[in-house]
C-alpha cells in the first residue's frame, strides 16, 4: 500500500517565531565571533556568554520546534479519504482529522505589489475547504496538492466557473 504525503509550514505565526529565534541565535553567534577578533579570550567569551545560556537554550527550542511545526495531507493508494493533521514535532500531533476527498476544494488568491524601483512581486495563497468551511491556508499555488489530490484542481475550477457564468459564456464573448 502505498501512500503520499505533502508536508506545509504549520501557519505563518510558526514561520515568525522560527525568524527570530534563529536571527537572535545568529547575533548572538556573530557577536561572540566578532569579540574573539576583538582580543578577547575564548574563556572571556564563554564565561561572559554562560550568562546567558537560559536564553540561547529557549531560543534554540523556539527554533526547533516552531521549524517542526507542520501541517501534513496524506492519501493512501485506492482510498478516498484524505487523512490532514497538524504536528509540534513528528511524536507530537495535536490536531487529525480525515475528509472525503469530494468535499475538498481550494480557492487560490493572487497579490501583486509594486516596490518604488517598479519591481513586481506576485504571491498566492491557497485556502483549503470542506465544504464551505475553511480548513487551511498556505503559501503557494493549489499546484501543491496536485499530485495528491488531482481531483482538486478540475473541481476548484469547475466551482468557480459555476459561481461566475460570465466566465461561463467566454467563448460567446469573443464571437
Known amino acids: ?3 503520499n504525503k ?3 509550514p504549520g501557519n505563518r505565526v510558526s514561520a515568525v517565531f522560527f525568524s527570530i529565534s534563529a536571527g537572535a541565535l545568529a547575533m548572538i553567534f556573530l557577536v561572540a565571533i566578532v ?3 576583538e582580543g578577547w579570550s575564548i574563556h572571556e567569551v564563554a564565561s561572559e556568554f554562560w550568562g ?3 536564553v540561547i537554550i529557549t531560543l534554540v527550542t ?3 520546534l516552531s521549524f517542526q511545526h507542520k501541517a501534513v495531507f496524506m492519501r493512501k493508494a485506492n482510498e478516498n ?3 490532514f493533521w497538524k ?3 513528528p511524536l507530537f500531533v495535536y490536531r487529525k482529522r480525515d475528509f472525503d476527498v469530494e468535499e475538498l476544494s481550494t480557492n487560490t488568491r493572487k497579490s501583486t505589489s509594486t516596490n518604488d524601483n517598479g519591481n513586481r512581486t506576485t504571491s498566492y495563497a491557497t485556502y483549503v475547504y470542506e465544504g464551505g ?3 487551511f491556508v498556505f503559501d503557494g499555488t493549489n499546484d501543491d496538492l496536485c499530485d495528491l489530490v488531482p481531483e482538486l484542481n478540475s473541481d476548484s475550477n469547475e466551482k468557480l466557473l459555476e459561481s461566475n457564468p460570465e466566465s461561463n459564456n467566454s467563448e460567446e464573448w469573443w464571437k
Open 133 to 135: 468551511k475553511q480548513i
Open 1 to 3: 500500500m502505498q501512500e
Open 52 to 54: 546567558l545560556r537560559s
Open 62 to 64: 523556539v527554533a526547533t
Open 81 to 83: 479519504k484524505i487523512h
Open 87 to 89: 504536528q509540534f514535532t
Open 6 to 8: 505533502v508536508t506545509f
Open 35 to 37: 569579540s574573539l577578533f
